[in-house]
């Protein structure tokens, strides 16, 4: 049999693996800044939707973020543990569970503003690659979802 027939194998001919590499790169990268403000990167991505939104239901939290409840329910307890956000049920359907952000929570934001920028800057990519990446990114999103 011909070596050929293997190619599609080979880790260097993965796209996947490059994706999956700079991924954990790149949350390594935010490691440092996160410890700084007691965040996991899950716990941080979260606090993002909700510094802008103040408050959605854990299931469009989990759309947004692509996560899971599994996922999704031990992050948010650990937020609520730490005083960063609320979670109850809607009054108008108790099977919507929402998430609030507290008043400790949105003091956060203020010590995360710079996290971006830092990392961003670890990263070396132009502004026009750094666009053409995020755009390609959330196309191959949107293809396998």
Known sequence: MSE????????????????????????????????????????????????????????????????????????????????FIRRFRSESDERVLLVELTKDGEKLKKSAEGIPQSVGACIGLSPEEAIQLYTLLYKVLGNVT
């Open 4 to 83: 050929n027939k293997f190619e599609p194998l080979k880790l260097e001919n993965q796209m996947c693996f490059p994706l999956y590499a700079a991924a954990r790169e790149v949350v390594k990268l935010y490691r440092p800044h996160l410890d700084k403000i007691n965040l996991t990167y899950t716990q941080y991505i979260a606090m993002m939707v909700l510094w802008e939104q103040e408050q959605c239901s854990v299931k469009e939290l989990g759309q947004k973020l692509y996560l899971d409840s599994g996922t999704l329910t031990p992050v948010l307890k650990s937020l609520e543990q730490k005083g």
